[in-house]
T-cell receptor, first 106, second 115 residues
Framework: SQQGEEDPQALSIQEGENATMNCSYK?????LQWYRQNSGRGLVHLIL?????REKHSGRLRVTLDTSKKSSSLLITASRAADTASYFC??????FGKGITLSVRP | GAVVSQHPSWVICKSGTSVKIECRSL??????MFWYRQFPKQSLMLMAT?????????EQGVEKDKFLINHASLTLSTLTVTSAHPEDSSFYIC???????????FGSGTQLSVL
C-alpha cells in the first residue's frame, strides 16, 4: 500500500505559533491530500496538492510537496486552540499516514 | 458539497454474527470507495478499494472472506464483517471519490463492538 508517514507523531505548541508537520510516502502519486480529524471522528479535507505542484496555500494552511524526496509538509500559521486535532496525509490511492496529534495550548 | 452517508453509526453484536455497514454517496456518483478501520489513537488503515461493478482490491493482510465488500452501484458500497469476533471491534469508516485524482469524502464512521 502507499502508506505515508508523518513526523513528528505529536506536537504541542502555544497558541499563535506556527505548526509544521511532515509526511513522507513511498510510491508515486498523482496527488497528496491532508486531512484533519477531531476526537469526534469525522475527517475533514484540508487541502490537496497535485504531483506537478510544489506549494499550495489555503488560508492559514501552506502545503509543500517534494516528489523527488517523496515528502510533503503542512504548515499551520498563527495556530489557534481550535486547531487541536489529528492531522493525516493521504495518497490518491487512499492510503493514510500515521498521523500527527497537534495540541495548541491557549 | 458532496455528502457520504454511513450507516449504522454504531453497532453492538454477539460473537459469531455478521454485521453489514453501508456507505452511500448521496449527491454524487462514486467511482471508487475506500474502506478503513481505525483503532483508538491510531491512523486509518486502508482495508480495501472498491470500484463499482468490479471486485474489491484488498490490502495485504486483510481477509477478503472475513470482510466482504460489495460495490454494486455508483452510490452504494457495503462492508460485511462475517462471523464477527471481539478482535474485530473497531471503528470502520468509508470514503468515496467522484473521479480519480480528486479528494475523498468521508462517511461519519461506524463503531463496531463485538461481545
Amino acid at each position: 500500500s502507499q502508506q505515508g508517514e508523518e513526523d513528528p507523531q505529536a506536537l504541542s505548541i502555544q497558541e499563535g505559533e506556527n505548526a509544521t508537520m511532515n509526511c513522507s510516502y513511498k510510491t508515486s502519486i498523482n496527488n497528496l491530500q491532508w486531512y484533519r480529524q477531531n476526537s469526534g471522528r469525522g475527517l475533514v479535507h484540508l487541502i490537496l496538492i497535485r504531483s506537478n505542484e510544489r506549494e499550495k496555500h489555503s488560508g492559514r494552511l501552506r502545503v509543500t510537496l517534494d516528489t523527488s524526496k517523496k515528502s510533503s509538509s503542512l504548515l499551520i500559521t498563527a495556530s489557534r486552540a481550535a486547531d487541536t486535532a489529528s492531522y493525516f496525509c493521504a495518497t490518491d490511492a487512499g492510503a493514510f499516514g500515521k498521523g500527527i496529534t497537534l495540541s495548541v495550548r491557549p | 458539497g458532496a455528502v457520504v452517508s454511513q450507516h449504522p453509526s454504531w453497532v453492538i453484536c454477539k460473537s459469531g454474527t455478521s454485521v453489514k455497514i453501508e456507505c452511500r454517496s448521496l449527491d454524487f456518483q462514486a467511482t471508487t470507495m475506500f474502506w478503513y478501520r481505525q483503532f483508538p489513537k491510531q491512523s486509518l488503515m486502508l482495508m480495501a478499494t472498491s470500484n463499482e461493478g468490479s471486485k474489491a482490491t484488498y490490502e495485504q493482510g486483510v481477509e477478503k472472506d472475513k470482510f466482504l465488500i460489495n460495490h454494486a452501484s455508483l452510490t452504494l458500497s457495503t462492508l460485511t464483517v462475517t462471523s464477527a469476533h471481539p478482535e474485530d471491534s473497531s471503528f470502520y469508516i468509508c470514503s468515496a471519490r467522484k473521479v480519480p485524482n480528486e479528494k475523498l469524502f468521508f462517511g461519519s464512521g461506524t463503531q463496531l463492538s463485538v461481545l
